[in-house]
């Protein structure tokens, strides 16, 4: 059975930083095309950033530069690290593994408010 369990959500201020970790059990994440998407209230889902098996990555043009996909095979967990957050980015955020068969996380709450 896969899981993949996101956390490291939280409200935090314009301008600081957060780490959202996805956790993976029964399927590996270095064997899969891993995502980040987010989704704001009343908008569609969204790509953040995806780090394929060959290590490539592409990250949405609303956060180069700012956000930051890693992935620890050890661990078999990706993050995300975002920095200098703004309001905009304020979202629910899925964690996505692909293997053939498409799987999601059940999302954590990123809140960026003064």
């Known amino acids: 059975q896969v899981q993949l369990v996101e956390s490291g959500g939280g409200l935090v201020q314009p301008g600081e930083s957060l780490r959202l970790s996805c956790a993976a059990s029964g399927i590996s994440v270095s064997l899969s095309r891993m995502g980040w998407y987010r989704q704001a209230p009343g908008k569609e889902r969204e790509l953040v950033a995806i780090i394929r098996t060959s290590d490539t990555i592409d990250y949405s043009d609303s956060v180069k530069g700012r956000f930051t996909i890693s992935r620890d095979n050890a661990k078999n967990t990706v993050y995300l690290q975002m920095d200098n957050l703004k309001p905009e980015d304020t979202a629910v955020y899925y964690c996505?593994?692909?293997?053939?068969?498409?799987?999601w996380g059940q999302g954590t709450q990123v809140s960026v408010s003064s």
């Open positions: 996505k593994a692909t293997r053939g068969i498409v799987y």
